[in-house]
C-alpha cells in the first residue's frame, strides 16, 4: 500500500491560481473553468508518489534538488515534499522568465 500524503496550497500558489484563472475567465470563462479543473484535479493526485514530479531544471542546474514540478500547459506547478506533506508553492506561467521568478520566490 501507497504512502499517503496531505496536500497543501501556499497562499502565494492560490494567488498565482486565482490571478491565471481571472485572467482567462475574462476571454473564456467555461475556459477558465476547465483550466482550475484541471489544475486542482492535477495536484490533489499528488497525495500518492508524488515524486512522479520532475526535479525543477533551473533549480537542479543551481544544486538546488527539493522541489519539483508538474506541468499543466503552460503552466508549471512547483511544489515540495516534506514528511507527510506536499506543499504546493508557486503556479507559474512557463512562457515567463521561469528561472528568475523561481529564485525570487522560494529562495
Do not use: C, H
Request: net charge neutral.
Amino acid at each position: 500500500m501507497n504512502k499517503k500524503y496531505k496536500v497543501e496550497w501556499a497562499a502565494v500558489a492560490e494567488a498565482d491560481l486565482k490571478q491565471i484563472i481571472d485572467y482567462v475567465a475574462a476571454d473564456s470563462p467555461g475556459n477558465a473553468l476547465q483550466i482550475l479543473k484541471t489544475i486542482r484535479q492535477k495536484v490533489s493526485s499528488l497525495y500518492v508518489f508524488p515524486e512522479r514530479g520532475r526535479i525543477v531544471p533551473e533549480l537542479q542546474g543551481q544544486g538546488i534538488n527539493i522541489y519539483r514540478e508538474l506541468i499543466v500547459a503552460p503552466w508549471r506547478i512547483v511544489y515540495r515534499i516534506s514528511d507527510d506533506s506536499v506543499f504546493v508553492l508557486t503556479v507559474i506561467d512557463s512562457r515567463q522568465n521561469v528561472e528568475d521568478i523561481l529564485l525570487n520566490r522560494l529562495l
